[in-house]
């Protein structure tokens, strides 16, 4: 009997070994196709936008339209429920980048109706273009009366939009980029050809020249009727963005999954600013200056290296905060990322734009060269001084923006797609949040430079939400940070130029607070309560990729989701 009991339950033993693997191959699997169809989007993707490369036209819009409906559909065919966590995380992703593509471009379908008008010489470019995709041999004389007519086409298509009524500004910066867009698909046509076919060179050339050259004074027609449009908004500062308004800024939230509205991230930054001015005015004390903390802050700007240190300032500030975050176990450092980061030293040029650090890999540092003028050298030296630094080095690098690279270059490289700055700059600020509670600052004059850049992340949800709300323009925007904040006024002119014309989207700058915010709400969840440890926190928000913050929650907390999930995380 003991003999036929061992049997059986070697049998089950084995049954379970054979069957188990399959079990658990099936719910990777499923998760797997997720992964699966969305690496095969982003090849196809590209794929057929190097095809079609016409902005303005109907096909490539058509094209794609079916694409996205077609992986949509891919995508829905899955079983959500035999999904792991993470495969159900990055349904719920996809879905909403594929829902958001359809909807810009029926957007982009009525505003090329809209446009038609400006682009009504269009269709012959398309025709020429397609021609010379598909590599046709054309009939040159045919070709030379087709291009030939186009000279006098956009000629008086500019006559027309002379005496039509204005375009929105929104409409008008787009004529403006497709009419570039167009234009050089023509150019490439041609010049696909031309020496090539000798017969199509000896008809063609000159009707090319000529409809060339009066496409490129369109062109600067519709760039002008652009520059009066900026002239017209411009306050004084040079400086003209495009606000959105309230209603873009609530949808734009919902998209990232912040369920707030942008009177309530205004309140949370207020909130935040008033406990860093508290803390300013305790340091001040410290350095004798009483609560008057913008003293203090005035001498903490003053102890700027000399020119050609600042290299080795940063080399030592980097190496000192790699050191702190392995000594107290926050986050596991792979020596490779130790080893292979990188300093360059940022143009002038660029220093007008971004007046700081700019960090990954390389780390840009900000400091004036011989050509700058005498005030220029001293307000770079000044806002970046050390204790400035000691915060903004282990933003760009170690534990920011280096080994957040590091590590989506390795883990999960899928997921860049899903790009957002909630949690590309909600890291890097949260980690400033968590070396402040850990004691990194040293002293006083530390925790100036700490609470300064917390402040200027406050100030940057209350200036760019309000610009977009019409609340203030960019004059008031620079003014603000340099009274509120004090900042050097030459480093708040880049500070608002890089806001609104950096090619930044109009949530960027609160998302550095607002992220770093949704993370240490998990933090608090997580570690406070015991259930991770720093480093096993750390290190599973790293090898996740880049997500909104609210789904790297429903990972680590095994959350319940359902394939119709909706943002509802009130972290704050």
């Known amino acids: 009997m003991q003999l036929f009991l061992l049997r059986i339950s070697s049998f089950l033993i084995l049954l379970c070994f054979l069957i188990s693997p399959q079990v658990r191959a099936q719910g990777t699997n499923s998760s797997a196709e997720v992964e699966a169809l969305i690496t095969v989007y982003r090849e196809d993707l ?3 936008n190097r095809t079609y490369t016409i902005t303005c036209s109907p096909e490539r819009v058509s094209r794609l339209q079916q694409f996205h409906q077609q992986t949509l559909q891919k995508l829905e065919a899955l079983d959500f429920d035999k999904l792991s966590q993470s495969g159900k995380v990055d349904y719920i992703i996809f879905k909403r980048d594929l829902k958001q593509e359809l909807d810009d471009l029926k957007t982009l379908e009525k505003d090329l109706v809209t446009l038609q008008p400006v682009f009504a010489f269009r269709d012959k470019i398309l025709t ?4 010379r995709r598909k590599g046709e041999v054309l009939n040159p004389k045919e070709t030379a009366s087709l291009i030939n007519s186009l000279k006098t086409d956009i000629q008086n298509t500019q006559k027309e939009i002379e005496k039509s009524a204005k375009l929105t500004s929104r409409l008008n910066r787009m004529a403006s980029s497709l009419a570039e867009n167009l234009q050089r698909r023509f150019q490439e046509s041609y010049h696909f050809y031309e ?6 060179t000896w008809w063609v050339s000159k009707p090319f020249t ?3 050259s009066v496409f490129s004074n369109y062109v600067g027609f519709l760039s002008k009727r652009l520059s009066a449009d900026n002239q017209a908004k411009d306050d004084g500062s040079g400086i003209i963005g495009n606000p959105i308004g309230r209603e873009k800024l609530i949808e ?10 942008p009177d309530e991230l205004v ?5 935040e600013f008033a406990w860093c001015e508290t803390e300013m005015k305790k340091a001040s004390r410290e350095m004798g200056f009483g609560d008057d903390w913008k003293k203090a802050l005035e001498k903490v700007k003053n102890t700027y290296v000399e020119p050609g240190k600042q290299p080795e300032l940063i080399y030592a500030l980097a190496v000192e905060a790699i050191d702190f975050v392995e000594k107290n176990q926050l986050v596991t450092v792979p020596e490779l990322a130790k080893e292979t980061w990188h300093m360059r030293m940022m143009s002038p040029q660029r220093q007008l734009v971004s007046p700081f650090f700019l960090g990954g890999e390389d780390i840009l540092i900000s400091y004036p060269t011989n050509t700058m003028t005498h005030e220029a050298k001293l307000m770079s030296m000044r806002g970046n001084n050390p204790h400035f630094s000691r915060a903004t080095v282990q933003h760009e690098l170690i534990p920011g923006h280096h080994l957040q690279g590091f590590m989506n270059d390795r883990y999960r490289p899928y997921r860049s797609m899903f790009y957002t700055p909630f949690w590309i700059e909600g890291w890097s600020l949260y980690w400033e949040m968590l070396l402040w509670d850990k004691k990194f600052p040293r002293n006083a004059e530390d925790r100036v430079g700490m609470l300064f850049w917390r402040m200027h992340r406050c100030a940057r949800i209350i200036f760019s939400l309000s610009y977009h709300l019409e609340k203030m323009t960019p004059q008031q925007c620079i003014d603000f940070l340099v009274d509120r904040v004090g900042h050097e006024r030459a480093n708040a002119e880049g500070e608002v130029r890089r806001s ?3 090619g930044y989207g109009p949530l960027y700058q609160l998302a550095y607070m607002i992220g770093g915010l949704q993370f240490r709400a998990l933090h608090k969840e997580l570690v406070d309560s015991g259930k991770m440890t720093d480093k096993e926190f750390h290190d599973a928000i790293l090898k996740e990729n880049t997500l ?6 429903a990972i680590l907390t095994k959350q319940p989701l359902t394939k119709n999930f909706q943002t509802s995380w009130r972290f704050d």
């Open 46 to 48: 590209g794929s057929l």
């Open 128 to 131: 020429f273009e397609k021609s």
């Open 267 to 271: 309140t949370i930054a207020n909130r």
């Open 548 to 553: 909104p913050v609210e789904l790297v929650r």
């Open 500 to 502: 609104f014309t950096g």
């Open 195 to 200: 020496g090539y076919d000798p017969l199509f």
């Open 210 to 212: 000529d409809a060339d």
């Open 252 to 261: 734009q939230l919902r998209f990232e999954m912040i369920p707030y509205t």
